[in-house]
Structures are given as structure tokens and as C-alpha cells.
Nanobody, 121 residues
Framework: QVQLVESGGGLVQAGGSLRLSCAAS????????MGWHRQAPGKERELVAT???????NYADSVKGRFTISRDNAKNTVYLQMNSLTPEDTAVYYC???????????????WGQGTQVTVSS
């Protein structure tokens, strides 16, 4: 009933930029915090960035100053602008959103299927 779909992943050279998008759809009453995680081969999934409904961002130290998270509440969409990319940024990036459904009094964390980002040297 509720799904998150990521887009914008791909192959980019070191120093380049990429913009990821994630749109939430379905029986949604309210989308609360949204964010991005990533997982590189052989490593644990790690937090990249989060953003509140009011637009307050939070970043991992490894991406601070290079990545920018933003959102469009009217479209239930979160974005991740990635600049100055390095091979260490290569990973599958997952979108996450805390959502309250129409007939629910509680919230639940939803996850997208992930989009591959590959940065070549």
C-alpha cells in the first residue's frame, strides 16, 4: 500500500555529481522524517543523511559539505544531491521514510529497494 521508489543512481567519475530522488506513494496521511542510508560491499549499512518535515538536515561526517538533502512535501519526495564524489561513495543507496497511514494512529518506517551508485577513479 505504501512504497518508496528511488531513482537517479548510476555511474559517475570521481569529482562528479549525482542527484538521487525518492518518492513515497500509497495510502499516506503524513510523511514525517525522511533520509538516506547506503551499504557498500562487505560493509554495514550506514546513515548518510536525514531531514525533518521542517527541512532540518543531519549528515554523516563522511559526506558533510559534499552532499545536500532536501525534500518536497507536496510531492512526498526526498532528494540527495551528491557532489565531489569519490570511489568511497560507491554503494547501494536506500531511501527511508517514517509514514503515518490514513487509518493509523501510529507511524512506521518504510524503505525503498535501493539504487546503485558507482564512482570510478
Amino acid at each position: 500500500q505504501v512504497q518508496l521508489v528511488e531513482s537517479g543512481g548510476g555511474l559517475v567519475q570521481a569529482g562528479g555529481s549525482l542527484r538521487l530522488s525518492c518518492a513515497a506513494s500509497g495510502s499516506i496521511f503524513r510523511v514525517n522524517a525522511m533520509g538516506w542510508h547506503r551499504q557498500a560491499p562487505g560493509k554495514e549499512r550506514e546513515l548518510v543523511a536525514t531531514i525533518t518535515t521542517g527541512g532540518s538536515p543531519n549528515y554523516a561526517d563522511s559526506v558533510k559539505g559534499r552532499f545536500t538533502i532536501s525534500r518536497d512535501n507536496a510531492k512526498n519526495t526526498v532528494y540527495l544531491q551528491m557532489n565531489s564524489l569519490t570511489p568511497e561513495d560507491t554503494a547501494v543507496y536506500y531511501c527511508n521514510a517514517n509514514i503515518r497511514r490514513y487509518l493509523s494512529t501510529y507511524t512506521y518506517d518504510y524503505w525503498g529497494q535501493g539504487t546503485q551508485v558507482t564512482v570510478s577513479s
